[in-house]
């Protein structure tokens, strides 16, 4: 496609569940970034990939949240037995660089609103 | 680390008034910067970038200047629309340059 397209949408869950979001970055672009968006924190940045691997998983708040991309697109942000404090938008953004060219724009999808019952 | 600094809003203005939105930064070297808008139910698009200092970025009547001697990258706009109601966001790299590393965001409202 021709942005970065991110699904569910929106996702409301139960506490104690695990949910997947997905991300597909933009065609050709090898970094891709996951942030998280809630209020009265802005935009926090969670993980950050280069290709496959992930050279700074630094934002991830607790070892309930990973992550992974295959083949160099598609990324899956996955948090498991999901708490209240979880309910944000959750974000995919991807850039042609990352790293030393993090001075390229990162492209931003619609997001996914992620409510925890 | 790199940070950045953001006037909190709400702004509220009339049609054709002047805007301001003040950014100030710190950080390693000469990063690019960015400000990025998320208008009313969509998602968070760049909207303007300078990639070195004096640099002005503009775009839909927008514009900044890379403000090294002031640290700063202040959004302005001569005469704002009601179509300019939107959230504005100041960035820039994590020193890492593995992150953007944004402001809190600045609601502007803008009334006929």
Known sequence: GAGVSQSPSNKVTEKGKDVELRCDPISGHTALYWYRQSLGQGLEFLIYFQGNSAPDKSGLPSDRFSAERTGGSVSTLTIQRTQQEDSAVYLCASSLLGGTGANQPQHFGDGTRLSIL | ?112
Request: with cysteine.
């Open chain 2, 1 to 112: 680390g790199n940070s950045v600094t953001q006037m909190e809003g709400p702004v509220t203005l009339s049609e054709e008034a002047f805007l301001t939105i003040n950014c100030t930064y710190t950080a390693t070297g000469y990063p690019s910067l960015f400000w990025y808008v998320q208008y009313p139910g969509e998602g968070l698009q760049l909207l303007l970038k300078a990639t070195k200092a004096d640099d002005k970025g503009s775009n839909k009547g927008f514009e900044a200047t890379y403000r090294k001697e002031t640290t700063s990258f202040h959004l302005e706009k001569g005469s704002v629309q009601v179509s300019d109601s939107a959230v504005y966001l100041c960035a820039l790299p994590s020193q890492a340059g593995t992150a953007l590393i944004f402001g809190k965001g600045t609601t502007l409202s803008v009334s006929s």
